[in-house]
């Protein structure tokens, strides 16, 4: 059975940071390219950022780049997301997903074949 479980998530302050965490069970970890997505309120689910099997490639949203960095630890079957200068916009649910084959771009959800609960991440102005 294929667990996906996120955390790292919380309230932090404009200008502040964290670092998410993504552990994955029950799969071969480096079979899959991995991302992060983000939902808020009222809004449509975003992909964030990607990487591919080795983590030498990753794919950022035009609204993080330069601000979070996506890397993945094989041995330990962990995938990260260190946000910086977090912006009240930031905002919202952040899910992990795994997916078969690296897309190197932002693509429908549906694309990812295993989810994780999410964890909120809550920037206050």
């Known amino acids: 059975q294929v667990q996906v479980v996120e955390s790292g998530g919380g309230l932090v302050q404009a200008g502040g940071s964290l670092t998410l965490s993504c552990t994955m069970s029950?799969?071969?970890?480096?079979?899959?390219?991995m991302a992060w997505f983000r939902q808020a309120p009222g809004k449509e689910r975003e992909e964030v950022a990607d990487i591919n099997y080795a983590g030498t490639r990753q794919y950022y949203a035009d609204s993080v780049k330069g601000r979070f960095n996506c890397s993945r630890d094989n041995a330990k079957n962990i995938l990260y997301l260190q946000m910086t200068n977090l912006k009240p916009e930031d905002t919202a649910m952040y899910y992990c997903a795994a997916a078969e084959w690296y897309y190197g771009y932002a693509v429908s959800g549906a694309k990812y074949k295993y989810w994780g609960q999410g964890t909120q991440v809550t920037v206050s102005s």
């Open positions: 029950g799969l071969v970890f480096d079979d899959y390219a």
